[in-house]
């Protein structure tokens, strides 16, 4: 959740690492730190807030130096505040750390360490681990990188940490277990940078080493990185990525927040989630992920979703999807209580994990549960080289490019878009679709991006509807169907970043409590497009509207009867209700979006949110 970066060569390190916070600052956080090492002490400016408030108070006399590490907060252990911020130091002042991730046994470990004289000053369990490094170093009389191996396997919990010793200044130790982290390698290994996602070195190089769990890394200036396992120090031969990233991918471009650059994006996300892969004229999908295992899916008595937030939406529009098109039975779990509610798992289960990060904690560790109990897991995320992807038998990448606002857009429909191609495809392989209905699905598949399009061009409309939730406390999202999480989805982007209280129902479940919210001028909004229950859903409508409320309607082009009930109308194109929600979603996330603008909130970076949930 929170951010490190990191730099070690000839260059001066301050502003390289400081424009990797930036680049990290959609992780979310609330504090920010850096040290800078010039030659003689390490000096370390940390504060409260954000970014910028921490360029504010790093005096020019101490941003020269060629190492440093610095780390954006988001809290844990202690409040937000100067004194809890990161990087941390040792009592000594000889050892410095960042650190992501919660050690669990941080209050055993601190106990003994007052009692060996150890004074604390923040709150904080980074700080317990940099001093349990620092005692190890003592006692056993070793260098920096064996004395973190050793702390480490004293902690229970999660960590990505950059440590680094005045005494030993040509090189930084880094290891991770459960929070990510990567080291991009400069040329013949005459600089390196550590960060928690390639997005604050993509500029400097193209290597990159992901570090595994448990893994550890010596980086020191000259040398190759040296990996080796924590748990009894073996060496590990490190495979270097090619990083397959832009740096226009990650940058604004003319637009107002990453946000509504990326709404706009998803045109091309989708497209590019199917490329190669619907095959319309060949009348085919491939898929290598599903073909090497499909006697697993086919066989399968049931198929497990596992999510967390937005991607747990895209869950629930594939749990339609299979059950509909290839006659799967489906069950979408939180991951965050999946793992804790003893769940029946057996060798004949199928198990899809989704993630946009690919890092998420909860859903990691609700694969590996999955695995230990036989059951074939399947990954689909959108970051390359992910933990969720590495730990799955197989999978698929969404290929929406880098998503940096919080509130997550185009994620959610490449992975529905994905989630779909698999559906048809196991309809087809199992026989449970027509042929002439797998040909039309492909066919119209192929016409989303354009009427992804097509619907952007409604932005202004949109925007103007917006200006009427300024001072609305709360609203209702409704849809039936296949767009039931997609009202589910559109509430959730209401919540996080306009921060108005808004509540998803599928439309029938109106009569058993949610009316009783509606008075006058209460905002309703209602996917009531012409297909599926489109008749119940405009009942629904006429008991929302008898009472007052105001509607905004999501609906078909050329529809008539909603659109006399409705306060606004949004019209989508046609399109087929299990594809519907690829279309439905588009004019909630533009509402959202311009709702947020107009209340003068952080788009972009939302209170309280982090973008990649890598601790529990």
């Known amino acids: 959740m929170c951010g490190i970066t990191g730099y070690i060569g000839s260059r001066d390190a301050y502003p390289i690492v400081i424009k990797g916070l930036q680049r990290l ?21 940390k504060t409260k807030g954000k970014v910028a408030d921490l360029e504010a108070i790093v005096t020019e006399a101490n941003k020269k130096g060629t190492i440093s590490i610095g780390h954006t907060r988001w809290a844990t252990h202690g409040v937000p505040n100067d004194v809890n911020s990161h990087p941390h130091v040792s009592n000594s002042g000889n050892l410095t750390i960042v650190h992501n991730g919660i050690i669990e046994n941080y209050d055993k470990i601190k106990k003994e360490l007052v009692t060996r004289g150890y004074i604390f000053h923040s709150d ?6 940099v001093n349990l490094i620092e005692e190890v170093q003592k006692q056993e009389k070793c260098k920096l990188a064996k004395a973190v191996q050793l702390a480490l396997n004293d902690v229970v919990g999660a960590y990505a940490i950059a440590v680094f010793d005045i005494n030993d200044p040509k090189k930084i130790i880094a290891a991770k277990l459960g929070s990510p982290l990567a080291i991009g390698i400069g040329e013949n290994n005459e600089e390196f940078f550590i960060a928690s996602d390639a997005s604050p070195f993509i500029e400097y190089t193209k290597n990159a080493i992901y570090l595994e769990d448990e893994e550890l890394a010596v980086i020191k200036i000259g040398k190759e990185v040296e990996v080796r396992k924590v748990h009894d120090d073996s060496a590990v031969n490190p495979e270097v990525h090619a990083l397959d990233l832009d740096l226009s991918q990650i940058e604004k471009e003319g637009f107002d927040h990453f946000m509504l650059k990326e709404i706009y994006e998803q045109p091309k996300a989708i497209k590019d989630t199917y490329r190669g892969r619907l095959l319309p004229n060949e009348g085919i999908i491939r898929m290598a992920g599903v073909e090497e295992y499909i006697e697993r899916f086919k066989s399968a008595d049931r198929i497990i979703i596992i999510a967390c937030g937005t991607s747990w939406h895209a869950g629930l529009v594939a749990e339609y999807l299979f059950e509909d098109i290839a006659r799967i039975p489906v069950e979408v779990e939180y991951a965050s209580e999946f ?21 998420t904690a909860d859903s990691l560790a609700a694969i590996k549960m999955a695995k230990a109990n036989g059951a074939y897991v399947f990954g689909v995320c959108n970051v390359v080289g992910s933990s969720i992807a590495r730990e799955s038998h197989s999978g698929a990448y969404t290929h929406a490019g880098p998503e940096i606002g919080v509130a997550s857009t185009k994620a959610f429909t490449t992975q529905i878009t994905l989630l779909t191609l698999i559906a048809l495809k196991l309809g087809k392989e199992k026989g449970k679709i027509s042929n ?14 354009s009427k992804v399009e097509k619907l952007l061009e409604q932005d202004a409309k949109i925007k103007e509807i917006a200006a009427g939730f300024l001072e609305t406390p709360s609203c209702l999202f409704l849809g039936r169907g296949y767009n039931f999480p ?4 559109g509430a959730l982007k209401l919540k996080e970043i306009s921060y108005i209280h808004a509540e998803g129902y599928p439309a029938a479940e109106m009569k058993h409590g949610p009316i009783a919210l509606i008075e006058d001028g209460y905002p309703v909004i209602v996917i009531a497009i012409n297909k599926g229950h489109y008749d119940k859903v405009v009942s629904n409508i006429q008991e929302i509207k008898s009472r007052k409320g105001k509607i905004i309607a999501i609906v078909t082009e050329g529809d008539v009867i909603v659109k006399e009930m409705a306060d606004h109308v949004i019209e989508i194109p046609e399109v087929d209700e299990a594809l519907s929600p690829l279309l439905t979603t588009i004019p909630l996330q533009l509402l959202s979006y311009h709702v947020a603008v107009l209340r003068g909130c952080n788009v972009d970076q939302p209170r309280n949110l982090a973008k990649s949930v890598t601790v529990e």
């Open 25 to 45: 600052e959609y992780r979310g956080y609330d504090s920010a730190g850096i040290m800078v090492y010039d030659g003689e002490k390490a000096n370390v400016f």
């Open 124 to 129: 904080t369990d980074s700080e317990v681990l």
């Open 486 to 489: 997609v009202a589910l989805e």
């Open 339 to 359: 793992r804790y509610r003893n769940p029946i798992i057996t060798e004949r289960d199928v198990v899809i994990a989704i993630s946009q990060s690919g890092e």
């Open 436 to 449: 002439s209905d797998f040909h039309a699905y492909l066919q119209n598949m192929e016409l989303i991006p």
